[in-house]
Nanobody, 126 residues
Framework: QVQLVESGGGLVQAGDSLRLSCAAS????????MAWFRQAPGKEREFVAG????????YYRDSVKGRLTISRDNAKNTVFLQMISLKPEDTAVYFC???????????????????WGQGTQVTVSS
């Protein structure tokens, strides 16, 4: 079992930056593929970015390419989402997720991932 705890969300203005963190418990973190999802009010949860076990392979949804960067530090059991040039449409609850069955996955739907954090709110004002 893995527990995930997100942090770093907040209220910012358009164009600002934020760095989200997701701290994982357990000794098997380095074997899991990880991802960030987000869910805006009234919308379905959507994939944002994914990363493989080593961090050398990543994937992003088109709307965030060039602005959001996923990374991980396996020594600290943490995955990050660096966000720059934030837009009002980035407003959502951001969740990190872990895939215990694949260490190489870099993208997938919600059902692909086994463990989820509680989410952190990101609000971008115009």
């Amino acid at each position: 079992q893995v527990q995930l705890v997100e942090s770093g969300g907040g209220l910012v203005q358009a164009g600002d930056s934020l760095r989200l963190s997701c701290a994982a418990s357990g000794r098997t973190f380095s074997t899991y593929a990880m991802a960030w999802f987000r869910q805006a009010p009234g919308k379905e949860r959507e994939f944002v970015a994914g990363i493989n076990w080593s961090g050398n392979s990543t994937y992003y949804r088109d709307s965030v390419k060039g602005r959001l960067t996923i990374s991980r530090d396996n020594a600290k059991n943490t995955v990050f989402l660096q966000m720059i040039s934030l837009k009002p449409e980035d407003t959502a609850v951001y969740f990190c997720a872990a895939d215990r069955t694949s260490s190489t996955r870099v993208a997938g739907g919600s059902s692909t991932y086994d463990y989820w954090g509680q989410g952190t709110q990101v609000t971008v004002s115009s």
